[in-house]
């Protein structure tokens, strides 16, 4: 008999995930998949352990309970971390140290390249490409430690993208930018999606900018509160009021 397989490629997959910094759990029994050209939004509320979800992914914290596999690999023996652009939530707190724009976008290419090979002209000319996409390629010899909190969330976006991922993981990459720099990141991305098949999770506030781009959608609170497209969002919780109610009734539910 002929077992017809799905043509989705499933690249990461997290089962009953839990993990706590201190006594009570921060992320839950948490379980879902991701598959190949996915964009998935996470939103939740201030607190709700989203941060913490995407750390366990990037393998920056491990989990206390439950299995999490990327590529096909236990993340635990996983060693393909350049095919990972991971970017952290940008605090107001930016480095001091003298490095310039165009440094800590290269560095982002070093993992993909390997260790022992030299950064080149073809890797310069690509930096400057994501940069100009950015709209930062002014700043490129600009310290890091002089910009303002939107210019240095882009350069935090230039270097997760400069590995060339498979996998981009983005702690609310536009919460600081302008509107249409928003908008102008948020085709970038869809672009490397569709031309690559580039996959995306993209952890937000704002669910209006990334509507028109997400394939689906987790509503979080430790646990999920929801998962679906956003067609089947809307069906069930047809507005943000009604999303902020739904994650309300999961406090009570969950304590
Ligand atoms: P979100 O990103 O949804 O705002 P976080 O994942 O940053 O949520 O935080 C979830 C909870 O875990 C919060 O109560 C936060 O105070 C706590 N927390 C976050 N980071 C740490 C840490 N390094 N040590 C202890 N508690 C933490
Ligand atoms: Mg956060």
Redesign the pocket.
Known sequence: MQVNLPNTEIILRLEHVTFS??SSP?VEDVSFSVSKGDFLAIL??????????LKLIAGLIKPDSGQIEIFGQDIERFNQWPRIGYMP?VSSVRPGFPATVEEVVLSGRVGRKGFFRRLDKADKSKVQSILEELRIDHLSRHVVGELSGGQYQRVMLARALACDPDLLLL?EPTASVDPETRRSIMELLNRMRSERGLSIIN?SHDLDTIRGYISRVIIFNKRIIFEGTPEEMDVHLATQQQILEAIAASDHHHG
């Open positions: 910094y201190t921060v939740g509320p201030n607190g709700s352990g989203k941060s913490t979800l939530q702690d952890i």
